[in-house]
């Protein structure tokens, strides 16, 4: 994640999402949500996205995505708008502001634990631990949809091909345990789960990742016979 300064003038395009959430949070009376929200964009200020635009948009846009899927548990959307905050903040979370994070809801800050990348990085430990939350987990398929959805302009051919495979290999089988079953959250794991396929399929074609161009063996012309 880039660590830049963005500009005034690109910070303040957060006003729509920004607002569209916010506002959600006060019809609904969510205190934890407006809470997250304003930690959040605290965090986040002056950080832009690769893909354009100030980063906090990508919080948003995953917590609105929990939203429009059913998602209705204000922990669950607190601990989205929080998802990269351990990760991606911490020369801003000085002992003022950890405070105010480890003061904020438990289960909330249990999963933004679980989703924080540990140094050095090993894959299957932090993914087996994903797997093991289902909340973590229902975060972490709405974080790489946004990602997929925005990955056309900052990737190279060769990070995406890294990025698809790791989506193949750790991230759609977050969401094949719990296809199954009746409910919200069922629903917003199948939603997801179809949506990454989607976009998984998309940037192998916007990247030229699939392999040779070779037709299959049932679409090939039958042998003449006499």
Known sequence: PARATTCTRCFHRLNGPYHALRRTALVKNWHLVRTALQLATELHHGQPRESGG??????????????????????????????????????????????????????AITIVQVLTKDTPHNADQYYGRIAANSEASLIKLADRADNLATMNGPFTRKRARKYVKETKRYIMPLARPRLTGNGHCCSAFKALHHEIQFLTRKAERDFNLTKGNAKPAHCRAPKKTD
Do not use: N, Q
Not at 62 to 90: F, M, N, P
């Open 54 to 107: 100030p980063y906090i948009h990508h919080p948003i846009r995953v917590t609105l995505k929990l939203w429009r899927l059913g998602i209705r548990e204000e922990y669950i959307l607190a601990a989205a708008l929080l998802h990269d905050a351990l990760e991606d903040c911490e020369e801003r979370l000085d002992k003022k502001m950890l405070a105010k994070f480890y003061a904020f809801d438990a289960r």
